[in-house]
């Protein structure tokens, strides 16, 4: 399914950004999952990946629930990166390319590098979430209680700490989602350095902020969804994500 755009080139020296339609969105989610129908061994089996690593990570801190919300939170900042496989499935259809299990691990040998410096920085974002929760959690000692009660779930129901919580978690997650939202499958396609990445990435949000805000939004419904449902969701969830990033990228920077 095509979508019709309205161009506006804004700099000879950088990438073009589109106008988005409204129902671009939903328009991404059918084509990735046209990707999945046409690609499912090899992207349900990077979407076992994710589905392993959020039961380790909430196997290895179950008795520290503020070490749980930080590492799974945490995780899902810097899932782009590990969506690369995902991305390059996309463009291989696209390029009419042959798509397998080999053609994933050139995926890295090609561009790895400048991905994995991508995921250095939200890396390092993630580690400051880390440390911003902890800080939450100290400002939210005086309605929590002795620090010894942060071993337990309830502690982490506290309202004063949720709301905390929830604010600063909301503008940290917008900031990467900015950032990132077209910046790997960018970097996956385009011979650019990471700074111009990150700068499109933003100038697509700039241009299209009620759009680019319904696809942060489903990203975020759809990925709750997928670990609600014991993580297995993201079986499923994280292909068609990956996947449809991919289409969001060639929708809002030409070519």
Known sequence: MDTTYSDTLNSSSTPEIRTLSERAPYEWLHNGWQDFRQATLPSLTLGLLFVVAGYALVSASWNTPLLTITFVTGFLLIA????????????????????????????????????????????????AWGRLTGLLVALSLPTIGPFNDLLSWQALTDPGFMVLY????????????????????????????????????????????????????????LTIVGMVAGFIGLLIIMPLLGHASWHAYKAAVAD
């Open 80 to 127: 782009p990166v590990f969506a690369l496989g995902f991305y390059e499935i996309s463009r291989r259809i696209q390029q009419d390319e042959p798509v397998g299990f080999k053609s994933l691990a050139y995926s890295w040998r090609d561009h790895g590098w400048p991905v994995l410096l991508f995921g250095l920085v939200l890396g390092m974002v993630m580690v």
């Open 166 to 221: 929830t604010v600063v978690g909301f503008a940290l997650a917008a900031l990467v989602f900015s950032i990132s939202v077209v910046s790997i499958p960018m970097l996956v396609e385009s011979k650019i350095d990471v700074i111009t990445a990150a700068m499109t990435s933003l100038r697509v949000v700039h241009k299209n902020p009620g759009v680019m805000a319904r696809w942060a939004f489903i990203i975020a419904l």
